[in-house]
């Protein structure tokens, strides 16, 4: 890198391992001073130093990376707009879970553009002074370009190695590669969805580390699995923990399910012990087999620990009926004597 110049390594194996990369608009402008993307720890010096000088931050996305940026800037004292072309988190939530979100971000004050879609980046002495949607033009000092992201397969294609539907690094289940001796592993690399069966593309951390440890692990010898993932993922947008996993409701219906869905309102904690907080639980399931789909929580308290216990019930296959029998834990200070997990389960098992 130093001299630019290229050189050639022999290998007996190779494990890609070449990661996402930012997905980036195809507009006008997109190149301006004072857009950035947020993918590496440089980028995140680069976006603070950025926002330190800022007055008003454009964020377009309304995923992981641009409610957590709106939650920092905002704590900055910043002004911040917010584009989403549907609803915060579109991808994880359905609409009626994502409102408590929209609502948490109201309150703090950043100034919400759903249902528009950003067309273009207008400069001023060649930097960003503008985003136009599809509903208007607003004024910015920066913009953060918060759009998910797409596997990083450059060099597999150039290898000639297979990609799958999603678009990213096609792989058995010992994450071989279509190349002899070629194993990939992480966000360039799409994998099986435990409840559908089918390929999916879902970049996070805890997958992508397993995977390195799997491929590694098959490659000094060893024959490991990589049975597949849920998509189980937590955010903090303010004060609000939300947390999902398995499928939502409309998607589990796109995916062929008769899908049905209990949605209420339960304490953290039990109802005369202070401190606690309302979560909002919502748990999906097939009608014909009452399988557990999925589910999602929000509340200020008491949601990861529960959506981690769905996670293991979808991954063991159990039922809405297995679920109202789980041996969960009881004391006051964590949890009621009916959790919520185990109440929105018997709510289901009555619509079933």
């Known amino acids: 890198l ?17 990661g996402g990369k930012p997905s980036i608009p195809e507009v006008e402008g997109v190149n301006l001073e004072g857009i950035y993307t947020l993918r590496t720890l440089e980028d ?10 800022a007055e008003t931050i454009g964020i377009v996305g309304g995923g992981y990376i641009g409610l957590e940026m709106a939650e920092a800037f905002r704590s900055l004292g910043k002004k911040v707009i917010l584009i989403q072309r549907s609803y915060p988190l579109r991808r994880a939530l359905d609409k009626k879970m994502a409102e408590d979100v929209e609502k948490v971000l109201v309150e703090n004050g950043v100034e919400l553009h759903l249902g528009e879609e950003l067309q273009e980046c207008k400069g ?34 150039k290898m000639g190695v297979k990609l ?29 969805h435990l409840v559908t069966g089918k390929p999916v593309y879902l970049p996070f951390a805890p997958s992508a580390n397993k995977m390195g440890r799997i491929a590694s692990g098959n490659i000094a010898g060893g024959r490991t699995a990589f049975k597949g993932v849920l998509g189980t993922s937590f955010v903090k947008v303010f004060n609000l923990h939300v947390a999902r996993t398995g499928l939502t409701l409309d998607q589990a219906r796109q995916a062929g ?23 909002h639980i919502q748990l999906v399931a097939d009608r014909a087999s009452h399988r557990i789909l999925g589910a999602a929580i929000t509340g200020e308290e008491g949601v990861t620990g529960r959506i981690n216990t769905v996670a293991a019930a979808i991954w063991g296959n159990l039922t809405v009926e297995d679920l109202t029998q789980l041996d969960l834990g009881y004391a006051p200070p964590f949890a009621p004597v009916w959790d919520g997990l185990v109440v929105a389960a018997t709510v289901l098992s009555r619509q079933l």
């Open 164 to 192: 799958g539907s999603t678009g990213a690094i096609k792989v058995d289940e010992c994450l071989r590669t279509s190349l002899e001796n070629v194993y990939a592993a992480g966000d360039n690399v799409e994998t099986i």
């Open 124 to 157: 001023h002495n060649g930097k960003v002074a503008k985003v136009v949607t599809s509903r208007g033009e607003y004024r910015v000092d920066m913009v953060i370009l918060a759009l998910g992201v797409k596997p990083n397969v450059d060099l597999a294609a």
């Open 2 to 18: 130093e001299r630019n110049e290229g050189f050639q390594v022999e290998y007996d194996y190779m494990g890609l391992a070449t």
């Open 257 to 279: 399910f008769d899908a049905v869905a209990a949605d209420i309102w339960h304490g953290s904690r039990s109802h005369y012990y202070p401190g606690g907080c309302q979560m």
């Open 44 to 53: 995140g010096e680069r976006v603070k130093a950025a926002g330190e000088k």
